[in-house]
């Protein structure tokens, strides 16, 4: 996102104190402030999640159902780098599904690993988004030549030699599967894919020499309870006994077969000195036969998941293939060295003599709880907590010495919680949890949480906002769908007259003005007409008022000539102007735009009262009041429908901000009729509410986002304070005086205001 220039002053980059939204009241429960962003984007449950610094940036790494890792900016609440994945199946075309992630500092630079379903472990440079290396499973210690070394598995069925003190590679072996003891000497067995043909190969396990031949079956047959394979020879046939490997004959023995049951399966034998030693089979991996078929280190090179991490000089270590092949040894039980409660893994250095390695313990899940820090819980304040994920899809906050709960459950997925991790962003402590309902959630932990009476409010869903004053207070008006209007306190939430029952439709728009010294309020809903309420007695303020536009979908309040006015805006394409004392329109329509007519604000421009108007035809116009005129050319640059319009003040000019279903957010000065500076993006809700007010002394557009209202300097174009985050999505906003914003969501009410950070 580009910063916007407004023409401020050379020291509008200068550091400002952070505004927080926090709750001045509520219609019903009060929110939960810990609550924070939802993290959005993965195709299915969050089963993993972990945390890390990158760049001073806490972040967390999810791992989800979708197959896909995603690395999240914890203050931003975006994506770092395109998702990752793991291997894809060349046969199945299925992509391996992710189990785990976890997070680690190696060399310095924060990684993350990810345990697929198919064994393999990655590893990403969380820097770059990049794969940096992988896991490799153990398959043993051993001598070779004199020195000790380690026999590692690559997810591509590689066999690697290396040496444990150096991390070097000594050898490396595709589409290996399986070693073996021949005549003194460690052999690898390994099977060659070339298009349809399968060279199966005997090697030095130490200098790769090839050791066998390879030849072809041409018949395997059962006699007596012996399986016998005969050979295509260069001269003439042979044939080999699979039990012992031992040879049975030549050309008769082979004559004398035709009595045997035919077991096919068998493609090739391969032949060291004379002696059959291993075999080819037809869709399944070779394998070693007589003598070497029984020793004890021979087999199918499995990867194993228990053998990712092995001992070491008494420390438990993990092995891994670097992005260069270079083997590396980590150290994970190193407990010295934290970064915000995360483990740091240090590399382990020679030890000057040949350790003695061996598989360690069972411990797939624990080696995973320990590098991600989970249970490394911060501190409310009281001393350190744990997070607890329960059956009923929350998240319990417990003290750690007595495990009792710590204030009310975390709240607000609507799946199993899989996973809980912690990180600190901004100073301040924050859980994410991982949830089967597709999303990860985040929570600020040093927030204490105070239950408070429930208040009764609007039963249906809060369509429209106004304020307005009453007897010298200022008091909100909120309309909703169960047909009712409610005033309340701006200041303390409580009732300010008796709810306005009885209203006909649903209220759509809705603004406050004053006629006569009282307060009015001018309602529109689904049809054609305007309704004008007194909100204290609740009496209609004569007949409704027939627009003409056939819908009103839009309405602002203005002054003209020292009289009430409100501009509408219709499905008929054009806006209007009305005198709330004649009940009668003022001038011709406001005609320009080709399409309906959705958003409508008013300001005053050069001493005169201006209206700012936005469309279907993807414009926004700037209308003269007193005229009816239209000033300047339309104001293009959204590629789709213009939903919402707002004016305010940015260092003494006045602007209009408009938001579009294209997603973006754009700045208008209204003196020179030009955009200024970049289109604020990353708002993917085109339908949320939109409204300015203002945090201190900076102007900020509210923005409906879901389930949360987040903030932005219309001076820097950057966030303003935290996003604000709400149990259902947010149905309409209001500024109020001070700075303070009336935010609904589903029939619930809530005050918002700024304080300094």
């Known amino acids: 996102m580009s910063e916007t220039s407004t023409g401020a002053p050379d020291d509008v980059n200068a550091p400002l104190p952070e505004p927080r939204w926090t709750v001045q009241w509520a219609d019903g429960p009060v929110p939960d402030e810990r609550r924070l962003r939802p993290l959005i984007g993965h195709g299915g449950p969050v089963r993993s999640v972990a945390t890390a610094v990158v760049d001073g940036r806490p972040v967390a790494v999810s791992g989800g159902r979708d197959n896909t890792v995603r690395v999240w900016d914890l203050a931003t609440g975006e994506q770092l780098h395109e998702p990752v994945t793991g291997r894809t199946d060349p046969v199945s075309s299925m992509t391996a599904e992710v189990l785990s992630v976890a997070t680690a500092v190696a060399d310095g630079r924060p990684v993350a690993f990810s345990l697929h379903d198919d064994d393999s472990v990655l590893v990403w440079d969380l820097a770059t988004g990049r794969a940096a290396g992988e896991f490799v499973a153990l398959v043993e210690s051993t001598v070779l030549d004199g020195r000790r070394v380690l026999l590692t598995l690559g997810s591509d069925r590689t066999l690697y030699v290396g040496d444990p ?3 070097r590679r000594v050898a490396a072996h595709p589409s290996a599967t399986g070693i073996a003891l021949l005549d003194g000497r460690r052999v690898v067995l390994t099977v060659d894919d070339v298009d349809v043909e399968r060279t199966v190969r005997v090697r030095d396990l130490g200098t790769g020499e090839q050791l066998a031949r390879s030849l072809e079956v041409v ?11 005969v050979t295509a020879g260069e001269a003439d046939q042979e044939v080999w006994d699979l039990a012992t490997g031992e040879p049975v004959g030549t050309s008769p023995a082979a004559a004398a077969l035709s ?3 035919d077991r096919p399966g068998v493609t090739t034998v391969t032949v060291v000195h ?3 030693v291993a075999v080819g089979l037809d869709g399944e991996e070779p394998r070693f036969i007589g003598p070497l078929a029984l020793d004890r280190r021979n087999g199918a090179l499995v990867r194993s998941r228990a053998r990712e991490t092995a001992v070491l000089d008494g420390r438990t270590v993990a092995l891994t293939a670097e992005a260069d092949g270079t083997l590396r040894i980590w150290d994970v039980t190193d407990d010295r060295q934290r970064v915000n409660g995360m483990r740091v893994i240090v590399a382990v250095g020679a030890s000057g003599t040949a350790p003695a390695l061996r598989p360690g313990p069972e411990q797939d899940g624990d080696l995973w709880h320990r590098i991600s820090g989970r249970g490394d819980g911060p501190s409310d304040g009281g001393g350190p907590v744990l997070l607890t994920a329960e059956r009923d899809d929350t998240v319990v906050v417990r003290d750690r010495a007595t495990g009792k709960p710590v204030g009310p459950p975390l709240t607000g997925h609507t799946g199993k919680v899989l996973d809980v991790a912690t990180a600190v962003v901004g100073g301040r402590h924050v859980a994410v949890t991982a949830s089967a309902d597709h999303t990860l959630r985040t929570w600020d932990l040093t927030h204490v949480h105070a239950d408070a009476p429930s208040r009764t409010g609007h039963t249906g869903t809060v369509s429209a906002i106004t304020t307005a004053v009453l ?10 769908a169960d047909h009712t209007l409610r005033v309340r306190d701006l200041r303390t939430g409580r009732p300010a007259a008796a709810p306005v029952t009885g209203l006909e439709g649903e209220v759509t728009a809705m603004v406050a003005s004053v006629m006569d010294g009282r307060p009015v309020v001018v309602t529109a809903g689904p049809g054609d007409s305007l309704h004008l309420l007194d909100p204290v007695s609740g009496k209609h303020l004569g007949e409704p008022v027939t627009s003409d536009h056939g819908r009103v979908l839009a309405l602002a309040g203005a002054t003209l000539d020292d009289r009430p006015v409100v501009v509408t805006a219709g499905a008929d394409r054009t806006a209007a102007i009305w005198d709330l004392a004649t009940r009668r329109r003022v001038g011709e329509p406001l005609t320009g735009h080709t399409s309906r007519v959705t958003a409508v604000a008013t300001a005053e421009l050069a001493g005169r009262p201006v209206a700012v108007t936005g469309s279907w035809d993807k414009t926004v116009r700037l209308w003269d009041l007193a005229t009816g005129r239209q000033i300047g050319a339309p104001l293009t640059g959204h590629t789709d429908w213009v939903t919402s319009v707002a004016t305010t003040l940015v260092d003494g000019r006045p602007v209009a901000v408009s938001r579009s279903r294209d997603q973006t957010v754009r700045l208008w000065d209204l003196a020179t009729m030009r955009e200024t500076g970049e289109p604020l993006t990353g708002h993917t809700d085109p339908n949320g509410p939109m409204v300015v007010t203002v945090a201190g002394a ?8 879901g389930q949360a209202v987040r903030f932005r300097d219309l001076a820097t174009g950057r966030e303003a304070g935290n996003e604000y985050a709400l149990p259902l999505p947010v149905t309409a906003l209001g500024a109020a005086p001070d700075g303070r914003l009336v935010v609904a969501c589903g029939p619930e009410v809530t005050v918002l205001c700024p304080v300094a950070g």
């Open 471 to 480: 007897d010298g207070a200022p008091v909100v008006v909120t309309a909703g």
């Open 274 to 276: 004379g002696r059959a």
């Open 165 to 167: 003190l150096t991390g």
């Open 259 to 261: 009595g045997g049951v």
């Open 219 to 229: 018949r395997t047959v059962e006699i007596d309870g012996r399986v016998l394979a």
């Open 698 to 705: 900076r102007p900020v557009v509210a923005i409906g986002q």
